[in-house]
């Protein structure tokens, strides 16, 4: 073996192996070999009287992956690491060198930020040493991590019987905790509008109070309303128009966060489903002439693109669409953003979407055309509209109507499938000119509150806030949720979207941790500990000091909140326990809740909790049209209801309760016959 080149993903080895000669030998890692250690002083792996310092071991679950790199390793002339472009793959890629014996200073480290041949070959011609200012700040972020996870945890599961706590999962569940007690301590307060509807020329519109005597219309009350309903008797006399353009700018292409969030709206994908699928792209998928990576790396803070990608962009929109819809190219990156990879973009112009559609699941195909359109928009000429504004007035009370006509649809030529604006049309209004209201109505209102987070909302919100980087957003969401700390519900009956709601555990888990450790659990603190680890990264700021001054402001806050917090006791059941006569209460274990003997661990009795009954099929007196037999109201595992078949699973005829057919979906035929006939 000349080359052994060693990644950590099955999939991306395949693709990588494409575009190598026959004298490499791609094989994968799959995923971290190692990581700190859980023996020694509680059971930290960290020695933190000795400067901190780690103690790594290999993972029991990649012990044969490791000892097969070593004998690899052994046979080859030269090993090369080609991990993920970032502080997890650089750390990766040390901990790969230190099993296998590497030197640090050789150059045998190769970074792409697209699974392309160009990207993989130019860098196969440029390797590089391990970056060990990278490897240092994600050092020091597992360090920390595994501080506060293992110390907070256990003082937690102790007192208050919550499962853990971390650096940043907490600083979100405080974000939803303080958002679930504004709109608990939230006032309502009355308002009342006034509309009129006009027809003119055949077309309907709509004007609203906005200012009465030159001055913004307040209605408190209804008796407000009722002497501006009174006032406004009669025809209107329009006023004032202004004619005017407007214009969109294109939206700058993806990154981690904001790829999240329009995946959250656009698509219904959850942020951890749609790194999933977008870590599937990224890696390569067999597109008829072998693996490919279809879009370049995921987790990035930054807008820019690559000069290559821009030039072959504005050469497609004008040979397509014409120089007209050609835009400027424009960076705007974060103050924070480490600016290390390129935005999110297709890796080749000529994949478009419908071309590869038979290649991809339908959920890699509504992801992968999504980032297409933002990519290629973002280079578009703005959308232009023509605006029209009208004062209708009348004794006093001034009501105003907008309208708005795309004119130049500009980027939204791409982009159209996902923006929801629409064109409101005014019929041709005349200054001077009088028009009597077919209706004017009263309505009456109260303030809101302030919305709950939704996956996108939260994502954003970490993301301004400075807390975490792209590649945790999605585990921080999932981890809140997974400790049961919040739930992702429906935000109201009619409604679609799904807000975050804290369970009691979690506001309790909260409030505990904002009663002793609000000096760390905050955002400020996280924010500037984000800084602190980009600073390692950079070679700016030493890993042992930032650790020493987090752990001397830490340790005291911990052993007071052993000394004050409360120990919550297990909640009773209403039995004595069989064995010894003791009280039996509900515990949690690390397969949900269960109930056990309070005298435990002298009487160590046991039981699981009795699953509710499922709600049973009721009999419909309706006849299956396929066989005949009695059709049953049945509960789907989403909490809605249908007619079955009693003759399941021989028949399979499901369909709604208003009789329309229900067709099950067909999952993966499409995909395997595609793959099949490549």
Partial sequence: MKNLVIVESPSKSKTIGKYLSQDYTVVSSKGHIRDLATRGKEGLGVDIENDFAPTYEVSKDKTDTVKDLKSKAKKAEHVFLATDPDREGEAISWHLAQELGLSEEDKNRVTFNEITKNAVTEAFDHPRPIDMDLVHSQETRRILDRIIGFKLSKLLKNKIKSKSAGRVQSVALKLIVDREREIQAFKPEEYWTLDAEFTKDGKKFTASLSKINGKKAKLRNEEEADAAFA?????????????????????????????QQEAVTKLSFSSKRTMSIAQRLYEGIDIGSGQEGLITYMRTDSTRLSGTFVSAARSLIQDDYGKEYLGKYKVVNDASSQDAHEAIRPTNLANTPEKIKQYLTNEQYRLYKMIYARALASQMAPAKYDTVSAVLSQNGHDFTTQGSTLKFDGYLRVYEDYDSSKDVILPELTEGEEITADKLSKNQHFTEPPARYTEARL????????????????????????????????????????????????????????????????????????????????????????????????????????????????????????????????????????????????????????????????????????????????????????????????????????????????????????????
Avoid: W
Avoid at 243 to 254: D, I, M, N, T, V
């Fill in 231 to 259: 006032a406004c008797r009669g025809p209107f006399l329009i006023s004032s128009i202004k004619k005017g353009h407007r214009r969109r700018e294109a939206k700058l292409p993806f990154i981690t966060s904001t790829l």
């Fill in 459 to 678: 994502i954003k919100a970490l993301e301004e806030d400075g807390i975490g980087r792209p590649s945790t957003y999605a585990m921080i969401i999932d981890t809140i949720q997974a400790r049961g700390y919040v739930s992702l519900e429906k935000a109201s009956e009619k409604s679609r979207t799904k807000v975050f709601v804290p369970t009691e555990q979690g506001i309790l888990t909260s409030d505990k941790l904002d009663e002793y450790f609000a000096d760390i659990i905050n955002v400020s603190y996280t924010a500037d500990m984000e800084k602190k680890l980009d600073n390692i990264s950079d070679g700016e700021a030493q890993e042992t000091m930032i650790l020493r001054d987090f752990y001397d402001r830490f340790q005291p806050l911990l052993d007071k909140a052993y000394e004050g917090m409360e120990k919550i006791a297990p909640e009773k059941v209403g039995e004595t326990c069989p064995d010894c006569g003791g009280e039996l209460v509900y515990r949690t274990g690390r397969y949900g809740k269960f109930i056990s003997c309070s005298n435990f661990p002298k009487c160590k009795y046991t039981r699981q909790i009795a699953a509710p009954e499922k709600e049973k099929p009721e009999p419909t007196g309706k006849m299956c049209p396929e066989c005949g037999n009695e059709l049953l109201k049945r509960k789907s595992r989403f909490g809605t209801y249908f007619l079955g078949c009693s003759n399941f699973p021989k028949c399979r005829h499901m369909e709604k309760l208003d009789g329309e057919p229900i067709v099950p979906k067909k999952t993966g035929g499409r995909r395997r016959t595609a793959r099949k006939a490549s």
